[in-house]
């Protein structure tokens, strides 16, 4: 059964800083990619960033240069450093996981976290 929780969010002003971690347990975490997704209102669901197994990144170019995605094996948890924070980053914010295609297209994840709230004013 995989289990995906996220934590972090908060409320920050303009150009603040937030940490975002991502909790995984039942499956093998090390071989999945996981992304980072997010949700504003009114919008569709959209690719934020994307690490592989081997460690390598993926961004979107909204977010390339202040977002940063890295995971911790050991603790099975991702994480996503976003710097720079601006209003329209605000949405919720969701990790996935999967074994195949590592993408910010968010049809190739099947297992998803609840959410964690990123609001920037």
């Known amino acids: 059964h995989v289990q995906l929780v996220e934590s972090g969010g908060g409320s920050v002003q303009a150009g603040g800083s ?13 071989s999945h990619c ?19 197994s081997d460690g390598s990144t993926s961004y979107v170019p ?11 094996n050991a603790k099975n948890t991702l994480y996503l450093q ?18 195949g295609w590592c993408t910010t297209v968010q049809s190739a994840y099947p297992y998803w976290g609840q ?3 990123v609001t920037v004013s």
């Open 34 to 52: 996981m992304g980072w997704f997010r949700q504003a209102p009114g919008k569709e669901r959209e690719g934020v960033a994307a690490i592989d």
């Open 115 to 117: 959410g964690t709230q």
């Open 18 to 30: 937030l940490n975002l971690s991502c909790a995984a347990s039942g499956y093998t975490y090390s």
């Open 62 to 72: 909204s977010v390339k240069g202040r977002f940063t995605i890295s995971k911790d």
């Open 82 to 99: 976003m710097n720079s924070l601006k209003p329209e980053d605000t949405a919720m914010y969701y990790c996935a996981a999967n074994r």
